[in-house]
């Protein structure tokens, strides 16, 4: 087919497509004029242009089209589920351990018929793994009746504090024995700041020690700040000393200086910084930390919480 017949053959469509644009506009036209009587003219004009456009306004239309099904997203639906494949979902879930039902420790230490033997076994296995929630089911054995229970927790709690005292006692001396302004004394500074934390972290210590404690923080957490400035632990940390002090404004600062020192801090500066933002009373950044953070679905505690900002 030469380039001739071809112009010929487009010109004869487009001259069927003019002639039978004019009919159906002419035709629909003449349904319309007992609704549009002193305007049957125009709404046949109106209706040639429209039919006449359809080819040009497809192009466009088919350009939109292909764009937004490139884009479009839609959230997917299970339904009918029989086997779950954990490798679909984007988070990692947490690989949770359990010995024999933590949920039933409190019971479990709390009940005078509990025997002393099964007490004692609960404890044992808070023990292999202490953490703050811990510590707390600890801290109960020694309200019970029972003097071996009683006597167990007490020494649970006795050697976590002597081991954390003797790494602190060990920390002090290396710092003391290193060369004031270098990186060695930095890093002991820190991990002195990391072990006075842990103390008040279990609570271990009694109240009136928790003033000196905080200051012991912050006192060797700016010294290891000041050479390990781009340390996002150390910052952190500071953080929740300066949130323990109610200063809010200088803790909402480290806490966003940790974020972008680590983006994998996120997920724990989150919370301290939702919780900054809502007693400043600026509720807007709250939600948009709550819905750019992964995982916080992942702690029970805040889950209820996360929902709740991220549906508001």
Sequence with gaps: MNFSSL???FFILLLLHIIISFILSYIYGSYLKERFRDKKQNIVFFLFIFNISLPVIGYFATGIITYYLLKVQHEQHLKNVEFLDLNLFETNFVQVHRHFGEGLIQTILLNEYVPTEKKIMALVAISENVSKHNINIVKMGLTTHDDEVRLYAFSILDSLEKDINSNISHNLSEYKNSKDGSQEQALFAKELALLYWELIYYKLSEDTLLDYLLQEVKHY?????????????VSFLLGRVYMKEKKYDKALHKFILTTKLDEKMLPFTA?????LYFI??????????MNSTKNLELNTTLYPIVEQWRNS
């Design 271 to 275: 919370p301290y910084m939702c919780e």
């Design 221 to 233: 957490a700016l010294i290891a700040q000041q050479l390990l400035k781009e340390d996002a632990k």
């Design 280 to 289: 400043k009373r600026n509720f807007t950044p709250v939600k948009a930390i």
């Design 7 to 9: 112009e010929s053959n």
